[in-house]
Structure formats: structure tokens, C-alpha cells
């Protein structure tokens, strides 16, 4: 029994006004289906060569999946842009692509927002700054609307 | 310490220029109102993505962007209780005073010590590239104002406890 039926929302009930958002035409992936890439990409790390493992874990991200899938997803990122040196970052974002930098900055904001990404706060800055130094705000202004999130 | 306040500066300047392209929207809703959209919620297409900048877990910034509205939160860095307290009572101080203010919000966001609320309006009335400068510059200062605070609040309170508790010496 609803004690307050004078503030019931009624436009919420409305079949006509219901908001749909767009679908997203992307692949759902599992866990089980990601480990085996999350473990390519930390494979990839400890063999040195950095700029293919985050090539490989920008490539298709888990759009469209649970928050407990993105999150471990965004965590194996973490990983790779905490082992990046930073000398070595200038180097690794002038050989990305912009596609790809969108993609990067989109981890960056999507970290801060965790727990465990504001822990490493300072190397995501580091990340931040020289990319939108050598790119420009384009990615910050693309990231405002994109429906794709993380 | 301070090693990484620079990167999180121009961070937050370089998502706040991003954010700060506020055009007029009457409400789609109701005739002849306008509300700042990130206020009202009421319609979701006109809603951007929100923008988190930590600089590690006490200090961060909420960025809420709309078409119309910008929403920006600010937590400020309280490691011991009586920061906690000043901070409380400066950002009251501040809040009280919203009116004047004009960009400030009175109750700050769920999680966060201070907001404030920019609209398309305030966009025309000031330049952006100020508005912007504005938020960097209280940002640095709030953490100032807190410690010189603490510090006066230290020395005073040893001032204090000497004149009293000399008496019983």
C-alpha cells in the first residue's frame, strides 16, 4: 500500500513518455570470456612491449556489459597504465591513434571514479595531462556525449 | 605532495572548458519555464556524461555537465577531525551567502563539501575563460585558507592554555 499517493510520479507511469535510450550495437562479453584477453594484455605488459598491451585492451571494451565485468576490465587497464613509465608516456600516445586516445581518455575518467583508480590519482593525471596536451580537448568534449560508457 | 596539485589543476581546467558550452533550453516539460536541466532531471536526453577528478580518495571533483547547467562538486582534503570542522564552517560561511555568490549552490551534492551550479545565463553575463579561473583559484585557495586556519586555531589555543594554566604554577 503506498502511503504518499499524492507525490506518486505519474509521468513515470505514462507508456507514451517512457525515455528509451538508444541501443547499443555492441557485443555482451562474460568474465570467462575476457580473462583470457585480460591475461594476453598482462602477458604483453610484462614482456615490455606496453604500447601493444594498451592497444589491445583499447581495442573493443566491454560496453555493454555488467558494472562488476567493466570494473574488473578497468582494473586490468589500471594495471597496465600504472607499469607504463613516465618517460615512456610521451612515446606510447604519439603513436595511438585519436580513435584510440578517445578511448584512452574514457579510461582515465572512468578510473577516477573508482575506488582504486583515486588511489593511483596522480599517474591517471600524468596520463591525462600530456594526452590532452598533444591531442587538444577533443576527447574530454567527445567523452561528454558518448552513450558508449565504461 | 603538491607534485601532483599542477596535473590535477589543468585536469579539471581542461574538462571545465569542455563542459562549459551551456546554450538556453526552455523546458521541454512545462510551457514558458526554464530550469537548469542537471537540476530537474526531468528530461534525460539532454543529460551528458558526469566527469570524476581525483587526485587520490579525499580530494576530488564531480563534474555534472547538461545542455543548459553545470553542476561542479568539490571535496576538499580533511585528515583530522578539526578539519572537518573548519571546512564545515567555511563552507556554511560561504553557502549562507549564496546569494551573492551568484554561481554558488546552497546544499552541496550528496558525498561532496561545496557545489556550485553554472547556467547558460551566468555564461552570458560572465566570460567562461573567468568562470573557469574562478573555480581553479578556490580551489587552491580553500586548501590554503584551511591550514592557515588550523594553524591560527593551534597557536591561539597554546596561547590560551599558557595564560590560564599559568596561574596554577
Redesign the interface.
Known sequence: MEQDWRRIDV?AYDPDQQ?Q?DPIDVPVYTLQALEPKLQQIRGLLSRGSALDSLRLAIDSPPYADEPSVKKQYLLGVLEVLNNIKQTEINGVIKQLTLDEIDVLIKFV?SL??L?E???S??V???W??KT?EAVG?GP??R????PL?L | MS??LK??L??VR??L???L?LSNFSSQ?VERHNYPEIESKKT??VL??P???????NE?ILIE?SINSVRISIKIKQSDEIETILVDKFTGFLTKRAENFLILRRVPVEGYDISFLLTNYHNEVMMKNKLVDFIIEFMEDVDKEISEMKLFLNARARFVAEAYLSVFD
Open positions: 509521468d525515455y535510450p575518467y577516477m571514479a575506488k583508480g583515486q588511489k590519482g596522480g591517471l593525471l600524468g591525462f595531462d590532452i580537448e574530454v568534449v567523452y561528454l556525449s558518448d560508457k | 607534485q601532483s596535473p590535477y589543468t585536469a581542461h574538462s572548458n569542455a563542459s558550452n516539460i534525460k536526453e551528458l556524461n566527469i570524476t577528478i581525483a587526485r587520490n580518495e576530488k555537465p
